[in-house]
């Protein structure tokens, strides 16, 4: 959209980040719980203009990031089942579960395809009968509708061998998931497009239970300054509620459609957040009348886990208690070539994206000082 | 993951549609998007499924905002 660009105008960010300058009289803690904002923030360099003593923590957001060690396991025991394919989203493939990843077993021989849509997956399963494909739905609400509203489709076409394992999550059970666990932030920078689907009422109950503000902010430069401008503001003001910066991409009820093939398809479950532990009402599951497409039914056995490598803190990363760079393992045994915990493999987990920009920020204080 | 791209309705056919996303023709679902959108519409795309139709009003007031409170 060419209107895009307005919200990337360097002059637009410099006056919004004066302004928060402006309305801050302390230090406030402020999460952005969207892996995609924390990419936002570091690509932009928005960081360095805020104020020192507005300290920004990644959360949980990054759906590759909180998929347990077990989930993983459980798609690569699917992966060796014989005359299966696993389709599955890019990010999912270098994650490793005990000890192996999908693209490890790809290496090994099973059939593992990447695709970009669930659409192509479905495709998959068309032009291969009889094999059994298997999908690897992973993601929050802004991809649980799509994985609805295909398997509603195979199930009206008859598409018999299309399968899903269904690993998505929905978020705001699991902002007070972490604000019960102790997490100390002052307020949240909520994802726009977590949001486009849910709108703004799921998280009422944290700015009204918890006195938490939330600002649901967009991802452009512009929108990520203006919506910590509006959490500043809130925080100064001793006000706590729900307002929606990425007005242009978020309506109060969200979209209805959406949540509507959601519910028709999905039944809510407790879910197992890496870092976090169980929480209630966060899995979606394939309802009854769906479990035809349910890959499940083809897990026979009890998968067991092996508990995370020794030092990773992938947990406390996605708690928002530590920053990627207070890991040990963080840049020496730990980084995207050979990533122990799943932070530093996706591209949106907050570890990659540390590793990158600071990497990138170190190689250009090295060609300016010429050391 | 959470990333939705503005994409422009090239082509309609009941809900599949093809759409100029950053200059890359591709085929996208309508299914479940929130408001009917059309050929010529702006739509935020994920996954090959548009999820919001855009508006460029809202667009331009949140600039507006933007701006007012930087003027302020």
Same mark, same amino acid.
């Given at each position: ?5 307005a ?5 637009l960010?410099?006056?919004i980040?004066?302004n928060i300058?402006k309305?801050t009289?302390?230090r406030?803690?402020i999460?952005?719980f969207c892996g @995609?904002?924390?990419?936002?923030i570091f *690509?932009h360099g928005l960081?360095a203009? +805020? !104020? $020192?003593? #507005?300290n920004?923590v990644?959360g949980?957001g990054?759906p590759?990031c909180v @998929?347990?060690?077990n989930d993983?396991d *459980?798609?690569l025991y699917?992966?060796? +089942? !014989? $005359?299966t #394919?696993?389709a599955?989203?890019?990010?999912m493939m270098?994650?490793p ?9 790809r290496?090994l021989g ?7 849509s669930?659409?192509?997956a ?5 032009a291969?009968p009889p ?6 739905a992973?993601?929050f609400?802004t991809?649980?509708?799509s ?7 195979a199930?009206?076409e008859?598409i018999?061998?299309f399968h ?8 705001p059970p699991?902002v ?5 666990g102790?997490t100390?932030v002052?307020?949240?920078l909520c994802?726009?497009h ?11 109950p944290?700015?009204?239970?918890y006195k ?5 902010a967009?991802?452009e ?6 919506g910590?401008?509006m959490?500043v503001?809130q ?6 509620e729900v307002?929606?910066?990425y ?11 959406a949540?509507?093939v959601m519910?028709e398809v999905?039944c809510?479950?407790p879910?197992?957040w890496r870092?976090i532990g169980e929480?209630d009402g966060?899995?979606l599951k394939?309802?009854?009348e769906f ?8 897990i026979?056995r009890?998968i067991v886990s092996?508990?995370?490598p ?6 406390e990363?996605?708690?928002?208690e530590?920053v990627?760079?207070?890991?040990a ?8 070539e050979?990533?122990?915990g ?7 987990g ?6 990158q920009?600071a990497?990138?920020?170190r190689?250009q204080?090295?060609d300016k000082?010429g050391? | 993951?959470c990333?939705a791209?503005?994409a422009?309705i090239k082509?309609k056919d009941?809900?599949?549609a093809?759409?100029?996303?950053g200059?890359a ?8 998007i929130?408001?009917?959108?059309e ?6 795309v ?6 919001h139709?855009l508006e460029?009003?809202?667009a ?6 933007m701006?007012?409170?930087f003027?302020?």
């Amino acid at each position: 959209m060419r209107l895009s660009s307005a919200f990337r105008e360097s002059e637009l960010a410099r006056n919004i980040a004066g302004n928060i300058a402006k309305a801050t009289t302390r230090r406030w803690n402020i999460m952005e719980f969207c892996g @995609t904002h924390t990419v936002a923030i570091f *690509r932009h360099g928005l960081k360095a203009m +805020l !104020p $020192g003593y #507005i300290n920004l923590v990644s959360g949980p957001g990054c759906p590759v990031c909180v @998929t347990s060690r077990n989930d993983i396991d *459980r798609i690569l025991y699917l992966a060796d +089942l !014989p $005359g299966t #394919i696993v389709a599955t989203y890019g990010d999912m493939m270098k994650v490793p579960g005990s000890g192996m990843s999908l693209s490890d077993k790809r290496a090994l021989g099973a059939d593992v395809r990447v695709v970009y849509s669930i659409m192509d997956a479905v495709g998959i399963a068309r032009a291969n009968p009889p094999a059994r494909v298997i999908f690897n739905a992973v993601g929050f609400e802004t991809t649980a509708p799509s994985t609805a509203a295909v398997v509603r489709g195979a199930c009206s076409e008859g598409i018999d061998n299309f399968h899903i394992l269904s690993l998505h999550k929905v978020t705001p059970p699991v902002v007070t998931a972490l604000l019960d666990g102790g997490t100390e932030v002052d307020g949240f920078l909520c994802p726009g497009h977590v949001c486009s689907i849910i709108g703004s009422r799921p998280l009422e109950p944290v700015a009204a239970g918890y006195k938490k503000p939330c600002v649901i902010a967009g991802f452009e430069p512009a929108d990520v300054l203006q919506g910590i401008l509006m959490l500043v503001r809130q925080l100064e003001e001793a006000r706590s509620e729900v307002e929606i910066e990425y007005s242009r991409g978020v309506r109060p009820e969200g979209n209805t459609n959406a949540l509507a093939v959601m519910d028709e398809v999905f039944c809510r479950v407790p879910a197992e957040w890496r870092g976090i532990g169980e929480v209630d009402g966060t899995g979606l599951k394939l309802r009854e009348e769906f479990a035809a497409f349910d890959a499940e039914r083809f897990i026979d056995r009890e998968i067991v886990s092996e508990p995370d490598p020794p030092g990773c803190q992938c947990g406390e990363v996605l708690r928002g208690e530590i920053v990627p760079t207070d890991c040990a393992l963080f840049g020496s045994a730990c980084n995207p070539e050979n990533p122990v915990g799943p932070c530093m493999v996706s591209s949106e987990g907050s570890c990659a994206t540390y590793y990158q920009y600071a990497e990138k920020t170190r190689r250009q204080y090295e060609d300016k000082t010429g050391r | 993951m959470c990333l939705a791209i503005p994409a422009l309705i090239k082509e309609k056919d009941g809900t599949r549609a093809k759409a100029d996303v950053g200059g890359a023709m591709r085929e996208i679902s309508l299914e479940i998007i929130d408001r009917p959108a059309e050929v010529g519409d702006y739509v935020l795309v994920h996954a090959g499924f548009a999820i919001h139709k855009l508006e460029e009003k809202e667009a331009l007031e949140t600039l507006e905002l933007m701006r007012k409170v930087f003027g302020q």
